[in-house]
């Protein structure tokens, strides 16, 4: 039987199969063994032990064609970031160092700026400006009032899409407007693992529709990008791509170098000042990270 991690607790694997329900599994030795450890998201075949209390192990994990490690996923087809337009305002770098990390995964990023019936038009326009002009779709949202909810449902429909965000901007909220409509298996597997609420919050998923996901992954306040070197970052930030062989040098770093098209790029206003600051703090960060 092949089914979906959707949590895991203590040592408990919880699989969604589709049109069978949820599973409580434990992982075979082999994968100790090979120093394997099952992740939130993972395709897995498993093996019944009992049919009626829905228990069983698993004794494959299919191949991912991703995984990340903060949080601790895998198989994501695309991350839903949720930001909250005001109250509090983005913390940019914040928002720039996730759209590194996923861009350094090739995981397509949609933005959810939420709480946009307290903002003012130009703090919306200012966000739409920056993030939509560096080829990221955006869409503003409203929890509270059910607004643009419809097609924030379009863009993750057939998907598997980690939901993440720093904590107070609504992204619980936003879950819960999308969630009652999940089928009853949600509630199984609410059921199924009660004793595992007072744990720290782990990454879980819950089925939309039959082929449809969400990952609530914890709230975060802090990214350290640590996983490459200083020479690739620029190669994350999508809008320097067409300034790409136009400086004077050669790889050029686009930090101090002189007739560097990308900061002919900043100065002339058609790459964001705010995201070229990102770049310099995080080339500066890679650059200092100590070797081992």
Same mark, same amino acid.
Request: charged fraction near 30%; proline fraction near 4%.
């Given at each position: ?7 895991? #607790?203590?040592?408990?694997?919880? #699989? ?32 019944? #032990? ?59 990023? #949609? ?37 643009? %909810? ?23 909220? %936003? %879950? ?7 089928? $009853? ?7 199924? %693992? ?12 819950? =089925? ?6 969400? $990952?609530?992954? =914890? ?74």
């Amino acid at each position: 039987m092949q089914g979906k991690i959707v949590k895991g #607790i203590a040592g408990f694997y919880y #699989i969604h199969v589709v049109g069978s329900g949820v599973y409580e599994c434990k992982a075979k030795g082999i994968f100790r063994k090979e120093k394997i450890k099952p992740l939130v998201g993972d395709n897995v075949d498993i093996e019944v #032990i009992d049919g009626y209390e829905k228990t069983g192990n698993i004794i494959r994990i299919l191949p991912r064609k991703n995984e990340l490690i903060r949080p601790a996923v895998a198989n994501i087809d695309q991350a839903l970031v949720v930001f909250a337009v005001t109250r509090p305002s983005p913390h940019f770098n914040l928002l720039d160092r996730f759209l590194v990390m996923m861009e350094s995964k090739r995981i397509p990023v #949609i933005l959810c700026f939420n709480k946009e019936d307290i903002a003012e038009d130009v703090q919306i326009e200012t966000l739409e400006r920056i993030y939509s002009g560096c080829g990221y779709p955006c869409v503003f949202t409203s929890a509270l009032k059910q607004r643009n %909810i419809g097609r924030v449902k379009e863009l993750l429909s057939g998907k598997t899409t980690a939901i993440a965000g720093p904590s107070g901007v609504g992204k619980s909220s %936003i %879950i819960n407007v999308l969630q009652p409509e999940a089928n $009853m298996e949600t509630g199984d597997i609410s059921r199924k %693992i009660e004793r595992g609420k007072h744990t720290t919050r782990h990454s879980e998923l819950f =089925p939309i529709d039959g082929d449809s996901y969400i $990952m609530d992954t =914890p709230g975060f306040s802090s990214l350290y990008i640590s996983d490459f070197e200083k020479e690739e970052l620029k190669y994350y930030f999508p809008e320097f791509g067409k300034y790409e062989g136009m400086c004077r040098f050669d790889g050029c770093s686009h930090t101090h170098e002189p007739d560097c098209a990308v900061k002919k790029g900043v100065s002339d206003g058609e790459i964001a000042v705010l995201r070229y600051e990102s770049y310099k703090e995080m080339y500066e960060e890679l650059k200092d990270k100590r070797r081992y």
